[in-house]
């Protein structure tokens, strides 16, 4: 499905905001999930990540939005996925989720949650008890997005972790990740079924050559430095 091809449907596009408190890592998930999306599965992507006071203990966003085709509108009025790591961002955000949209909760902090539809994962638990490191709770929320999503591939979310992690924690960061998916193909029967279709289009679209992906700087950064690398 290639929007720019006469009498083809138009690629759909699908906005994600993942949010916590500041210093729970949401710019480095931002950053891997924009990366794996663009990079290893060929998809167009615009991140963008919330700054100022908010970023520093406060409700703290980073917002990828991912398409199949082009992404020429950078204002998201709701979003299709939201991940919440904190009851403050839950709080903060929900309102800007879209009808049957993926609520996604770290069940170890959002105790308060505001729809019985929501995905609930001990996140921060996980990451204490079964990695050792409350900090890797971002990629196991990466795991669950995409173990319930299928949005991106896991092999994608792989390789972008290991092209941008540092390289003493890339072993603990894929645990995370490897818990999160699990942990969400587990919870896949509970996603509305209208964003489950969205998510199954994907599926059929990606990994075509016609894409070319829309990355932000980081990731511009990152593709040039393996392509040095490779010289």
């Known amino acids: 499905m290639n929007g720019n091809q006469p009498?083809?449907?138009i690629a759909p596009k699908v906005a994600v905001r993942l949010s916590g408190t500041g210093g729970q890592g949401l710019l480095l998930a931002g950053r891997v999930l924009a990366e794996a999306a663009a990079i290893y599965d060929g998809l167009n992507v615009v991140q963008t990540n919330s700054y100022g006071p908010e970023a520093r203990g406060g409700a703290s966003r980073s917002e990828v939005v991912i398409s199949a085709g082009d992404v020429d509108d950078l204002r998201c009025?709701?979003?299709?996925?939201?991940?919440?790591l904190s009851q403050k961002a839950c709080d903060a955000y929900y309102g800007a989720l879209a009808d049957n949209g993926l609520l996604i909760l770290d069940s170890t902090n959002v105790t308060v949650v505001p729809t019985s539809r929501a995905i609930e994962v001990p996140m921060t638990r996980m990451a204490v008890e079964e990695c050792g490191n409350v900090m890797v709770t971002n990629m196991i929320s990466l795991g669950v997005l995409c173990g319930c999503s299928d949005l991106i591939t896991f092999e994608a979310l792989r390789s972008?972790?290991?092209?941008t992690v540092r390289a003493d924690l890339v072993p603990v960061n894929i645990r995370a990740i490897e818990l999160g998916y699990r942990a969400g193909r587990k919870t896949v029967e509970a996603i509305p079924e209208r964003l489950r279709s969205r998510m199954q289009d994907y599926k059929c679209i990606r990994g075509r050559q016609a894409c070319r992906p829309q990355v932000s700087?980081?990731?511009?950064?990152?593709?040039?430095?393996?392509?040095t690398a490779a010289a």
Do not use: I, N, P, Y
């Open 160 to 163: 972008a972790v290991e092209s």
């Open 217 to 227: 700087q980081t990731s511009r950064r990152t593709r040039a430095a393996k392509q």
């Open 7 to 9: 009498g083809m449907e």
């Open 77 to 84: 009025r709701a979003f299709d996925v939201l991940v919440c």
